[in-house]
């Protein structure tokens, strides 16, 4: 497992304090002694595989579930109080009442989070008109397409106009058209001063939208940091080449360590030396390109996440 | 609070808006009317047809009876156009000689051959009776009773006469002499202040158990309505992980509150419309006497008791279950309880004021039942009761929610198996 990697960001005031966190469940230990600091304003991606404790942390800021141990305070002021009406949750597995009208559920989702109908009236006509659904306001949710479904979730949670919005998977199942509508309207409410937490498998759309990114593997935080900064830390073994052989021809090169097949080309981390196995690479087959570059976030989380030899050996044990 | 009231009148809005509601609530009742509106229709115009029927008469007396009463039910159901009953056609059979078995097997014939409805013989010794004689009805479609029903009466009352007649006794003096005597029950008479005695106050049928049953079947109705749409309602909350984001709201204990509440207002709703249907009908009788505003008030009390305890109880069973059908297994203790309260007012109707009766009104989930049937019916409990199932009820609906609260806190955010008996009550612990 990587190290800890954190950096200091100077005095920005935070949207979220986490302070040594300990959850558990049974004897799961699902978040383990957790510290973090979103900073207010910024989009700050949660990345993790299944099962490493990102819902249980996102569970804790909501206060949906209570921390056993440590410290939690939103948007200035203990996870206890009333921050929850600032902050607007869209989960992963996405549920609306298939029977109620747009405009309803809107304006339901809305008065739970203490704004009055009319305070709500404007932003739900605002926010439909945004997302193309205009027509749709009293439709029931049953009537729409899956799209324009996940749309009215989205909308469901900024309604209340959030200090804090926490997305999970927000452009899942979307097409292209629909996902760039929601990520504009994400950027747009980052620029108003909203900050976002953004959980994701898409490691694409984290590196394009997130000022930072936090990783949780087995309940311990392994990334917190810049893209940049996370790069930085991960990137001076990274080799990108393109050859005549392509991935076939790397094959029993003393040097490599792990190759990312993309096809085309490959990325090559390495153990050995980048000169010696450029020599022998060349003796084998014709090179067009050889780049050290820096890892993508999907490697670097690869790189962390892939279970072991001895993990593997466990699961398998447990399995049997 | 005012999320509360948000949830609850969402909850009142979304289960009063649906079809399955609308058509129980207001539809239902006039459904019953048109039903039994129809039975009273089809009764009357449903059987219609000449029912021709063979009578060997071996008295050779009584048939002249069964011919002229015949004429007179015929005109009574009507001219040919407009019938409201069948035409009974008698035909008297003159063995001739022949053995009567002989005779039987020929009308079986014709009646086979729909020629004849059904046939009768009436033996010599019927007026003399004794132990084995009776009149034998022969038909092929024996589940038809009207034309024996009608041919018992018409012939008992000849043979009676004609025993009257040949004993020399006056059958109208007897018949006025053995008159019974009608029994009216009454309830007990006081004096009032100005010195004069009460009027007391009959109880018929109708106080004694139709007004129980209506309290009754309409807090099991009220029960029912509510119990169920709220498993739904938490059952599709939890499966679409709705409860995820509400709980990013609201507390669980504010959830259930608002849910609970909704389906309050349901029942009120319920009780609103019901009362004054009721009021209305028996008003039309001009029954005044029925309407009693403190057992309306005290089924309000019972039925909002009864609507959060079983409630807590759903809310609870439902957030513990991932789907409908792991719920259903789940829900039949619930039932039972639910059913047993129903039921066991059955037993409670027979004898309010019964050791058993007074044990049951006791009993928190069955009291907004038991001690509600008690109350409408005379003379009613002592007051202190009242007061303590009262007491006790109150209390254990407070501890039902807290109970509910704790297992629904935790019930919404768990998936997978449903939790058994054990591990729930470890829930309300944690």
């Given amino acids: 497992m990587s190290p800890e990697f954190s950096t200091d960001r100077g005095t920005t005031p935070s949207a979220i304090t986490i302070s040594h966190v300990s959850k558990t469940f049974g004897a799961h230990r699902a978040v383990d002694d957790l510290s973090l600091d979103v900073p207010a304003g910024s989009i700050y991606g949660f990345i993790g595989p299944n099962g490493s404790g990102k819902t249980t942390t996102i569970r804790m800021i909501l206060n949906i579930i209570l921390p056993d141990a440590g410290d939690i305070h939103v948007l200035g002021q203990p996870v206890r109080s009333a921050a929850r009406d600032d902050i607007g949750y869209l989960p992963e597995e996405r549920g609306l009442y298939k029977k109620m009208q747009v405009r309803r559920l809107l304006r339901y989702y809305g008065r739970l989070k203490g ?41 469901s949670a900024v309604v209340a106009r959030p200090k804090l919005l926490i997305l999970d998977e927000p452009f899942s199942g979307l097409d292209p058209v629909n996902a760039e509508s929601l990520r504009d309207a994400v950027l747009e409410l980052r620029k108003q001063g909203t900050t976002i ?27 917190d940091g810049s893209l940049e900064e996370i790069q930085q830390r991960y990137g001076h073994d990274t080799i990108r080449v393109r050859t005549n052989g392509g991935a076939a021809a790397l094959a029993g090169l003393p040097e490599i360590d792990s190759i990312n097949d993309h096809g085309n080309y490959q990325d090559v981390r390495l153990k050995g030396d980048p000169q010696a196995f450029l020599q022998r690479l060349v003796q084998k ?28 050996r466990q699961q398998m044990e447990a399995a049997r | 609070m005012s999320r509360i ?80 009953g069948p035409r009974f056609l008698p035909e008297r059979i003159d063995p001739a000689g022949r053995p009567t078995d002989d005779v039987k097997v020929e009308l079986s014939e014709q009646v086979r051959a729909r020629k004849l409805f059904a046939f009768v013989e009436i033996p010599a010794v019927i007026i003399d009776g004794g132990p084995g004689v009776s009149v034998h009805y022969y038909a092929e479609n024996t589940s038809y009773e009207r034309l024996p029903d009608w041919l018992r009466g018409v012939l008992n009352e000849e043979i009676a006469k004609l025993r009257f007649d040949r004993a020399g006794v006056n059958q109208a003096l007897v018949t006025k002499l053995t008159a019974r ?33 209506f309290f009754i079947v309409l807090m099991f109705l009220s029960v029912m309505t509510s119990a169920q749409h709220l498993l739904n309602a938490i059952i599709e909350e939890k499966m679409s992980k709705i409860s995820e984001v509400l709980l990013g709201s609201v507390t669980p204990f504010q959830l259930l509150a608002g ?55 759903f809310l609870a069973l439902g957030s513990a279950c991932s789907d409908l059908k792991d719920a259903q297994s789940m829900l039949q203790p619930a039932m039972v309880l639910v059913l047993a309260a129903y039921l066991g007012s059955f037993v409670v109707m027979r004898a309010p004021d019964s050791a058993l009766s007074v044990g049951l009104s006791f009993f928190p989930t069955m009291t907004p039942f038991v001690m509600m049937l008690r109350i409408v019916m005379p003379p009613g409990p002592p007051m202190w009761q009242v007061i303590l199932a009262i007491a006790i009820l109150f209390a254990s609906t407070a501890g039902l929610i807290w109970a509910g609260g704790r297992i629904f806190r935790v019930g919404l955010l768990m998936q997978g198996k449903a939790p058994n008996l054990p591990e729930l009550v470890k829930w309300i612990r944690l």
């Avoid at chain 1, 305070?119 to 009293?138: E, M, N, S, T």
């Fill in chain 1, 115 to 155: 704004r009055s109908v009319a305070a709500l009236d404007p932003v739900i006509d605002d926010w439909l008109k945004r997302l193309q659904l205009g027509d749709w306001a009293d439709k029931r949710i049953d009537q729409l397409s899956k799209g324009m479904a996940q749309k009215v979730q989205f909308i």
């Fill in chain 2, 181 to 213: 005597a009608p029994l009216a029950t009454f309830g007990l008479v006081e004096r009032t202040s100005d010195g004069k005695v009460s009027e007391a106050k009959e109880v018929n049928d109708l106080t004694r158990v139709a007004l129980p049953m």
């Fill in chain 2, 5 to 84: 009231l948000t949830i609850a009148q969402s909850e009142f809005l979304t289960l009063v808006k649906t079809k399955a509601f609308i058509i129980g609530i207001f539809l239902m009742p006039v459904l019953m009317g048109l039903f039994i509106f129809f039975m009273s229709y089809a009764e009357r115009h449903s059987d219609t047809e000449n029912r021709r029927f063979a009578v060997i008469d071996q008295t050779g007396v009584l048939y002249p009876a069964v011919e002229a009463a015949s004429g007179a039910y015929n005109k009574q159901s009507g001219p040919d156009d407009a019938r409201t």
């Fill in chain 1, 285 to 312: 087959t014709g090179v067009q390109q050889f780049e050290i570059t820096k890892p993508s976030l999907h490697d670097i989380f690869v790189r962390i996440a892939r279970p072991n030899a001895e993990d593997l």
């Fill in chain 1, 197 to 223: 937490v953004f959980s994701t498998h898409d490691m694409g759309a984290a590196e394009k939208l997130c000022d930072r990114i936090f990783m949780i593997f087995k309940g311990n935080k392994v990334l």
């Fill in chain 2, 259 to 313: 849910k609970l509440l909704g389906v309050v207002g349901v029942s009120l709703l319920l009780a609103l419309v019901y009362f004054g249907g009721g009021v209305y009908a028996v008003m039309s009788i001009g029954r005044f006497d029925l309407i009693d505003p403190w057992a309306m008030g005290w089924f309000v009390v019972f039925m909002i008791c009864a609507s959060l305890m079983f409630g807590s109880i």
